[in-house]
């Protein structure tokens, strides 16, 4: 093993230890005063919102977006890429599946974001594209820079390892949780993966009821 694969191998390591802490204590917190088959589901509800960053991306419209100003409805951001082999299309496609077994009623309040954890290669375009496949209702969100996106990733607790690009076909470690932002703009909790669908279908028409 390299000093490089080292490198990467701990802080994989170090990332999923620190989720795995945070996770635990979020889900004994919410055991106490949170209905169980939200929990079985993979919904955690953090104790407390938190804001997201002020950063500015672009959608797979070609139009700006500020992070910490999706209100209206609830959020689930997916951390991702239009390139990835296995996660990203499996994840999409059951998101798509689960979205069409909702009530018409829950559908209205909820959106699905895909954030792109490969900004030098997902333009606008391509995350348009991409997500075509699945629904066209998903939106699509890619930065700047590398230093943006990680600001937003650290805000909702969702880790991913920043690629070798100069590597021909390189691939991005990246989470499979979702986050869950409310219709206030505010991170509310995550899903965790891997997802089940039927137990989601039941259990997020529940979330979407809150303020």
């Known amino acids: 093993m390299t000093r490089i694969q080292k490198t990467v191998f701990m802080l994989v390591a170090v990332v999923a230890l620190i989720v795995g ?10 055991r106490q005063g949170e209905p169980t088959a939200m929990i079985d589901a993979g919904i955690i509800l953090l104790p407390q919102s938190r804001s997201l960053p002020g ?12 992070v910490d100003e999706f209100k209206g409805k609830w959020s689930l951001l997916f951390f991702g890429y239009t390139f990835c082999p296995d996660i990203c299309p499996t994840t999409l496609a059951q998101l798509r599946q689960i979205k069409s077994e909702l009530p018409k009623d829950a559908l209205g ?17 391509q995350l ?27 805000a909702l607790s969702i ?25 206030d703009g505010t991170q509310r909790g995550f899903i965790r993966a891997p997802l089940n669908n039927q137990k989601l279908v039941a259990q997020l028409p529940e979330l979407l009821k809150r303020q």
């Open 21 to 30: 802490l945070t996770v635990n204590k979020v889900i004994h917190n919410q």
């Open 55 to 66: 950063v500015k991306m672009t959608d797979q419209n070609g139009q700006a977006v500020q």
């Open 159 to 183: 880790p991913f390892i920043p690629a070798d690009t100069s590597k021909p076909n390189y691939t991005v470690d990246h989470s499979g949780n979702l986050a869950i932002v409310g219709p």
């Open 109 to 125: 309040q909820l959106q699905v974001i895909l954030v792109s954890v490969d900004p030098n290669r997902d333009t606008p375009q």
């Open 128 to 154: 348009k594209q991409y997500l075509g496949y699945f629904d066209p209702d998903f939106r699509g969100l890619t930065a700047g820079s590398i230093d943006d996106l990680q600001k937003v990733a650290n």
